[in-house]
Structure formats: C-alpha cells, structure tokens
C-alpha cells in the first residue's frame, strides 16, 4: 500500500495525527478524505460529505480563521470549543448545512442559533446582532441565519462569528472542530521512517 494508518490522537475528534508512507505524490484525496473519516469515528454514525458540497462555510467569502478549535480534556474544563471566524458587523450568517432551526435565543448575554442537520450534528453560530430565523424553520445550506454581531469575547477583530460542532448534548455531547464538515480541518504528517519499497520489501 502507499499508505498508511490514520491515526487520531487525544479526544476523538479534537486533533488530527496522520501517519503516512508515501513514495509518490498524490497524498491530496487522502487528505481530503481523513476529516470524514474522522466525522464518521466520533460520531458513530454517517459523515456529513463534504465531497458532495454538503457544507460550506458559514461566512462569505471564505472567512479567516482567527482563534481555533481546542477542546478541553474533560468536557468541565476551559476550552475553546469551536473555530472564531473573522468577520465584519453586520456581516451576513450562512446556515453551513441544510437542517432545521434548533435554538434561537440568548446566551451568556449574546444572541446564537443551532441547526440540527440530518446527519445528528449540530452547527451553532454566535453572537448574532438580528437572527433571520425561528425555531422549527427548515434551512438549506446557505440559508441565511442572521448578521454577525461585535464584541465576541477573545476575538482580535473587529468582530467575529464562533462557529461550532457537536453531537449530543449535555453530559453526552461530543464536540468537534467545525472546520471538518468543509474538509479544512488541519492534519500533521508524520515523517517517513524508512522508503516504501524498504517497507515492501521487508513484508
């Protein structure tokens, strides 16, 4: 084989470590491919298809990401359970996926919106300045969800949109890095131990 495992490390889903052995180029489909692999292990259950253009991001254009995903060890911890998207006040919110209208409402003093999608995710998308949706509103990817609200606590920018992930809720719910329903979550290869054909050729 040209390569090898796919390994996730830490908290299923939190961190990406992709062991590969290649002798060739050609790693691109591999890559695009690990952050559905990685959806499909911490959910247990369907992936999202980003390959199908499923999602998208929730800001256009593209947005820049300006604080990243980092869970906490245990769910009671700190942590920074999403992605911060830079964006500009009253910047229009996009629903990343088609869905239905979960939450609308205010929390910690700043108003945000859930999308339950198909698949069992759930997006979450805050502040918002004036959501465009209510509770039980079936959305489409792009759908537009409201307008990006200033003042999100830790953001460098003018303002920002933190774009969240998880599963469940509670004491069951399972957060994830947002960034992998678009395939942009970042991966880390590890270094080559030996040639591939040295490996071959042992076997």
Known sequence: MDEELVRPQGAVGASLAVGVRAHHR?????????????????AGGPAPSAALGTYDWPLHPRPEVVRAFAPPTQRWEPGHRGVDLAAAPGQT?????????????????RTAASILHPSGFLTTYEPLGQA???????????????TVAAGHPGCPRTACLHWGLRRGSGHTARYLDPRLLVGAAPVRLLPLIQPLETTIHAR
């Open 26 to 42: 050609g790693m691109a489909p591999l890559l695009r491919v690990i952050p559905l692999l990685v959806l499909l292990l911490a």
């Open 93 to 109: 919110v996009y629903a990343a996926g088609p869905g239905t209208v979960h939450f609308v409402g205010r929390i910690d003093g």
């Open 132 to 146: 465009a949706v209510a509770v039980g509103d079936e959305v489409a990817r792009g759908s537009p969800l409201g």
